[in-house]
């Protein structure tokens, strides 16, 4: 059977141009930060859901409850396009065959091109605070929100923070009807959860499904732990809220996985932790701070576990430390695993990133790590910004000998390149080493938190190894750690 590569599509239907009455859709890559926010999130009635005879939830008493609060957002806004000239098809600028054209028929006229986009929102204020994704507004030069009862506000976007996709708009109204915010923390895998919104642009549209992992992270570098559901969410369901069974939103609809670009039983929400925390600082400042602490870091998988002496595999390992960033400063090493944040158990990396994240620059968090085979605190006053990266793991099969490579030492110049100064560069790669993923190119810096200075220092280490050595490598501008099974 011929294998078909998932596809990311945004759970909405992003600013894209409106041709013959149908809409395309584009990819999104979302993240982001975010915590409390005006104190008038509240709902006129208690909208718990009743048990069915049958003991499924009844969920219209949320619907009724919430659907007055849940709106349409539609945008509008202007491209640039190249004209259309006899014999040549419509081209955008962007178009890998624009430039092509442009040499073969010569200058190509340039005009603007409408585009069109529509999503959801709910409002959190009764004066007009309305939340939404950030790719529902970004690039928007008009935002118009239709309310449940068909009055529509032009809306003015007070800020929106891509790394979390939330955004923040305003519009002039009073005594709205709101919806009620909850916390996701306290939501369990396997609970009922609902979804109200404008899947393809019919409003008000609710689903239902239940939880389906709490935390998860995405291939988009994000720091957000969302919330993963099987709930029925469609383009232009993006930023439309997600309900516990306490009438209570938990999350922003904002992302599904799709090979078809519609609902296959894989939607994410942001936390409404996240999102009412940029709600906060956007409201309050205009822009969304957070903290950094400068590191790389890579999930601890059995291997590593093993490697590194730890019972079980948690925390977040680090791979690399950033010159000058507060976790140099305060003495964070390549290898140290991160177990706990201000006492909070770090079991993934996904949980460290988000936790970084919610403090201000220039608070002081405490971390505990493990190394060489013991636990240690250490303080870290956070910086400002930017998101823990994670290392990629790219794995490729191959065999041969009890390391398997073939190296030699860096030049002057690769040193100073690599920041370096020792390392061995891999220009051959088989048996246990290709194994585990490590391929010519590569350069070990370190086994078993030993750096490595030269060859006979690398079999040295290899030999009194055991049966698995964990294994520094830099590849490109990134380092990971290889756990090496050595037999």
Known sequence: MKRIPLKMTVAAIAVAAAIGGTYSFGQHLPFGEANAATPAVQVATTANSV??????????????SNAPAVVNISVTGTRKAAAMLPGMPQL??????YQFFRNFRGQIPEGNEPIHGLGSGFIVSADGTVLTNAHVVEGAEEVTVKLNDRREFKAKVLGLDKSSDVAVLKIDAKNLPTVKIGSSAQTQVGEWVLAIGSPYGFESSASA?????????????SYVPFIQTDVAVNPGNSGGPLFNMNGEV????????????????????????????????????GKVQRGKLGVTIQEVNQALADSFGLSKPTGALVASVEKGSPAAKAGLEPGDVILGVDGTTVETTGQLPAAIAS?????????????????????VKVGSFGEEKQAATDTQPADKGRLGVAVRPLTPEERRQADLKGGLFVEQAGGAAARAGIRPGDIIVSVNGQPIGDIEQLRGIIAKSGKRAAILVERGDSRLFVPVDLG
């Open 51 to 64: 048990p069915t005879p049958n003991g499924l939830p009844d969920m219209r008493s949320i619907v009724a």
């Open 92 to 97: 955008d600028p962007s178009d890998p065959f």
């Open 209 to 221: 499904g239940i939880v389906s992992a709490k935390s998860r992270n995405l291939p988009d570098g």
């Open 250 to 285: 938990i999350g922003i609809n904002s992302q599904i996985y799709s090979r078809s670009g519609g609902y296959q039983g894989l939607s994410f929400a942001i936390p409404m932790e996240v999102a009412m925390n940029v709600e906060k600082q956007i409201v309050a400042h």
């Open 359 to 379: 403090k201000l620059p220039g608070e002081t968090t405490h971390l505990q790590i493990w190394r060489k085979g013991e636990t240690k605190n250490i303080d």
